[in-house]
């Protein structure tokens, strides 16, 4: 029985046209070589599996070939690539940086580059990982570094370059390679399938892409050990399954449970996952994925070039992106990105979701800023027509301002003595919205509004019964004692509380007197100036 090769080295790419997602570099260094401007050293730099080592290797090879092709790329027949290609070449050496890493190991290196080469045209050495060679190693590179022997070239490869010394550094010429497109991954794996002759749904190959990140290498393996997984055809399902991952349907129905306010869902889910023993903070990551997607879809419709979703996906997407508001999505994004530090760090990961997935769902009901905005609009619009105000200062209670009731209030906070209240100079006006804004006049020194500032009676009032003056007849107590109506800020308005009308004293009233109090307040000011 052959060993078997994984998936990344049986795939690996032996000439510049099969390094995907890096075409930038691939044309660099083939120029490099047709028109004989070879540097000393180069660095590549980039994340894991992005192909690094690879270019290297292919760029080796097409240096050393006896005979490249008209367009630079090695021949992958001769001895040199073979010996290359085999790692058994005496004129590349692969220097793994990270278990070579002191002063001795580059000693042997200083000594060897004298020596001509054995049958190429060039001796490389290829130091891979080279961020891990100790400081006293890097010195004593220097000085080859900067004038090797004519044959010799480096080709470092690393994933830190920060922690490479800037005298190396500028000694090399430095290519930052790509993360791989999800989309060229998934053609990757497409053709490995083929290859092999396994079946699978394009959408499992998406789920496969997109875990590996952009490495290809991640999705070489993961698609490997899928493929061990499987006896039959993957579908998304399985291979879902199998990297221990939710479908993305279970995002598209959190979606719809959000809409309708199924705060229960929230708990349902993280259950489902926690059972089934799934990654919590992979979900997060998912979920914050989700959201990324569901704004792309709504800023530049399912069409657009830079998403890697299937087609089914884009028709979810836009069905889902249709329940949320641009603004809602931008903050549920914000969050998620800190929820997924804390996530990481918290003592219960399960409770962190739940509270993740509970405040998504609530956001639905939040009132929009625009809405609001439009009507301190409105308010500023209506107070500009009114006549201009006068200052009369007289003690009276921030309740009774606000209620527009003088008799049947309780008595006024102790901090509040004595208070400026605007009077208009004309006979009150009498129309609703104005009627809101005389009212909510008084301004107390605390910005922050008491519930009495904003007109709810609280149990604790109701509870202070033998405070009230003596003078409150029965009835009028009766109907000031009544159970207070629960102002739930983040309930979902219809259009109808929208309307500023005071006799509903609807409780979204509330926020817009505050609004229209702080309003007053800027026209004040502007009034005495
Ligand atoms: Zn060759």
Do not use: W
């Not at 952009?214 to 399954?241: K, N, P, W, Y």
């Amino acid at each position: 029985m052959p060993d078997y090769q994984v998936l990344a080295r049986k795939y690996r790419p032996q000439r510049f046209s099969d390094v995907i997602g890096q075409s930038a570099i691939v044309t660099t260094l083939k120029n490099a070589i047709k028109f004989n401007r070879l540097a000393h050293a180069y660095l590549f730099c980039g994340s894991r599996g992005t192909g690094k080592t690879t270019l290297a290797r292919v760029f080796a090879k097409a240096l050393n070939c006896q005979q490249p092709t008209a367009d630079g790329e090695p021949c992958n027949t001769c001895s040199s690539c073979k010996e290359i290609a085999a790692g058994t070449s005496l004129d590349v050496l692969e220097i793994d940086g990270a278990s070579h890493r002191g002063i001795d190991d580059i000693r042997q290196i200083n000594e060897t580059v004298a020596y001509s080469t054995a049958s190429g045209k060039y001796k490389i050495y290829i130091i891979d990982e080279v961020h891990m060679l100790t400081k006293e190693a890097f010195n004593a590179l220097l000085k080859t570094l900067e004038e090797p022997p004519p044959k010799v070239k480096f080709f470092f490869a690393t994933t830190e370059p920060h922690k490479v010394l800037p005298t190396i550094l500028s000694r090399c010429q430095r290519f930052n390679l790509n993360r791989i497109p999800t989309v060229d991954i998934i053609e990757k794996l497409q053709k490995i399938a083929t290859d092999l002759g396994v079946s699978i749904q394009s959408e499992a190959l998406h789920l496969i892409a997109h875990r590996a990140d952009g490495g290809l290498r991640d999705a070489e393996s993961l698609f490997d050990q899928i493929i061990s997984f499987h006896e039959g055809a993957m579908t998304t399902e399985s291979v879902a399954g199998a990297l221990g991952i939710m479908p993305r349907d279970i995002l598209f129905t959190f979606d719809r449970a959000g809409k309708d306010g199924n705060l229960a869902f929230a708990f349902e889910i993280t259950q489902q996952l926690f059972s089934q023993g799934k990654d919590l903070i992979h979900f997060m990551e998912s979920l914050t994925d989700h959201f990324r997607s569901i704004l792309m879809v709504k800023l530049a419709g399912k069409t657009a070039s830079f998403l890697s979703l299937t087609e089914k996906e884009r028709e979810q997407y836009e069905a889902s992106a249709k329940l949320y508001r641009q603004e809602q999505c931008v903050e549920i994004l914000d969050f998620l990105i800190e929820a997924q530090n804390q996530i990481k760090y918290s003592s219960s990961a399960r409770i962190t979701l739940e509270a993740v997935l509970l405040r998504i769902i609530r956001s639905h009901q939040r009132i929009p800023i625009e809405l609001l905005v439009k009507k301190l609009a409105e308010l500023e619009q209506q107070v500009a027509t009114l006549p201009k105000p006068m200052v009369v200062s007289t003690p009276i209670s921030s309740a009774s301002a606000i209620n527009g009731t003088t008799n049947t209030t309780p008595p006024p906070p102790p901090q509040v003595k004595q208070q400026e209240v605007i009077m208009p100079v004309s006979t009150p006006a009498t129309t609703a919205p104005a009627a809101v804004l005389m009212t909510a006049v008084s301004m107390t020194e605390d910005p922050t509004p008491s519930n009495s500032d904003l007109g709810i009676k609280t149990k604790k009032a109701s509870k202070s019964k033998e405070k009230l003056p003596p003078a409150v007849s029965a009835t009028e107590q009766a109907a000031l004692l009544k159970e207070p109506v629960a102002v739930e800020l983040g309930a979902r308005p219809t259009e109808e509380v929208y309307k500023i009308d005071i006799k509903t004293q609807s409780r979204y009233d509330t926020i817009l007197q505050f609004t229209a109090v702080e309003l007053e307040g800027v026209i004040q000011k502007k009034s005495f100036r």
